[in-house]
């Protein structure tokens, strides 16, 4: 089970920071990745985290704005979103693929939280 919190209206160039709460002894060997979907837009990949290993992926959108990170001992993985820009607002999903490296092909995803609505505007 996968619970997202965090999600909200921001002004362009405010920053957010995304929670997804894992089952207990998973962040250290799924990939763990995050999500999003636009209206009328396909399901685009942002970040992916593997923890055990140390490894991270971004997308080239979101490259040096956002920051994948995870927590064992809270069983949770966090999205920390910086310089969001209006191209920015979607529903954001939080994804696990077991015991596979990073990626963000989000059909090889097994596991989808319910989404936390992000919203970037003046």
């Known amino acids: 089970q996968l619970v997202e919190s965090g999600g909200g209206l921001v002004q362009p160039g405010g920053s957010l920071r995304l929670s997804c709460v894992t089952e207990?002894?998973?962040?250290?060997?799924?990939?763990m990745g995050w999500f999003r979907q636009a209206p009328g837009k396909e399901r685009e990949g942002v970040a992916c985290i593997r923890h055990d290993q140390g490894s991270t992926l971004y997308a080239d959108s979101v490259k040096g704005r956002f920051t994948v990170s995870g927590d064992n001992a809270k069983n949770t993985v966090y999205l920390q979103m910086n310089d969001l820009k209006p191209e920015d607002t979607a529903v954001y999903y939080c994804?696990?693929?077991?015991?596979?490296?990073?990626?963000?092909?989000?059909?090889?995803?097994?596991?989808w939280g319910q989404g936390t609505q992000v919203t970037v505007s003046s």
């Open positions: 207990g002894g998973i962040l250290g060997y799924y990939a």
């Open positions: 994804a696990t693929d077991p015991w596979s490296n990073c990626h963000l092909i989000s059909s090889e995803y097994d596991y």
